[in-house]
C-alpha cells in the first residue's frame, strides 16, 4: 500500500477544515473499485500511522477552506436630534433625548426600512414625519377627524401633516408624510373635489415649479409631488405636497369627482 493509499484509509477528521466530498460512484462500479485499489488492512504498523498523518496535515487548505473577510459595520456616530425622544418612543429605546451608539444604530435600521436618505441614524424631521406616518397605519382615523362617507374621500389631517384615502371606514392608501401651506398661505381647510389633473404641470405663479401629478382642488390649490426636500421653507404656498412616488401612487387612485377633506392646522402656522 502506498503512503496516499494509507493517509486516505485513516486520516482523522480535521473539523476546520473543509473537505470536498466524495464523487458519485454508480453502484455497479463497487467491486470494480475494489479490485483495483485491493484490500484494506484491518490496521497499520504505528510508524506508518504517523507518516500518513503528517502528509494529511501538510497538505494546504484549498481556497474553499479560507474564510472570507467580512466587513465590520459602518459605525454610527450622528449626534442627539431634534426628534431624540420621539424617534425613542417609537423605536423602544429607552427615552432620555440623548442619543447613544444604540439609538443612533436603531434610528438608521428604520430610516433603512422606510427609505429615507441619508440613512445615517439622526432623528430629524424627516425621519420624525415619517414616523407618525407609520404609527398611524393601523388605524389613522382613530380619532374621527376625517368624515366617514360611503363614497372615497382623501383625508388631510394638519395637525399631523398626513394625507390618506378611505373608502367608508376602509383605508385604501396609507397615511404618508405631508406639506401643507405655510404661515399666512394656509392650505383652506374644509370640503373640496378634485376639479382638475395634469400629471406634469408646472406652476403659472412660482416660475415654472414643477408640480408633478397634479391633483386641484380649491383654486390653485393641488395634491402634488415635490421634488427634492419635502420639508424646505417650512411648508408650501398652499398646495399639499407629497413625495413623487407617492404622489403618482395618488394619481393612480384618484379621479376628478373625488372628495378631498382638509382640517386641523398645521405646526407652526397658529395665530
Known sequence: MSTA??????????????????????????????????????????????????????????????????????ACTAGTGPYQRELEAHLRRPVDGVQSPADCAAVREFQRGNRIEPAD??????????????????????????????????????????????????????????????????TRPGWHEVYWRSIDHKSTLYDDAPMPYAQFFDGGQALHGRPGDLYAHGGSAGCVNLSVPDAARLWDLLDEGDAVYVWGTKPGTED
Not at 124 to 142: D, E, F, H, W
Not at 151 to 169: E, I, N, P, Y
Open 121 to 186: 441614524g439622526y432623528a430629524g424631521l424627516a425621519t420624525y414625519r415619517t414616523m407618525v406616518a407609520v404609527a398611524a397605519r393601523p388605524a389613522p382615523n382613530a380619532a374621527g377627524g376625517c368624515p366617514v362617507r360611503s363614497h372615497r374621500v382623501t383625508c388631510v389631517d394638519m395637525a399631523r401633516q398626513l394625507l390618506w384615502v378611505q373608502s367608508g371606514k376602509r383605508v385604501v392608501f396609507d397615511p404618508v408624510p405631508i406639506r401643507t401651506g405655510r404661515d399666512d398661505q394656509e
Open 5 to 74: 493509499d494509507l493517509a486516505g484509509a485513516i486520516a482523522p477528521t480535521d473539523p476546520g477544515r473543509a473537505r470536498p466530498p466524495s464523487p458519485a460512484r454508480p453502484s455497479g462500479d463497487r467491486t470494480a473499485a475494489r479490485t483495483t485499489r485491493g484490500p484494506r488492512p484491518a490496521s497499520a504498523p504505528s510508524g506508518l500511522l504517523a507518516l500518513a498523518a503528517a502528509v494529511v496535515l501538510a497538505v494546504p487548505a484549498g481556497p474553499a477552506a479560507a474564510a472570507a473577510p467580512v466587513a465590520p459595520a459602518a
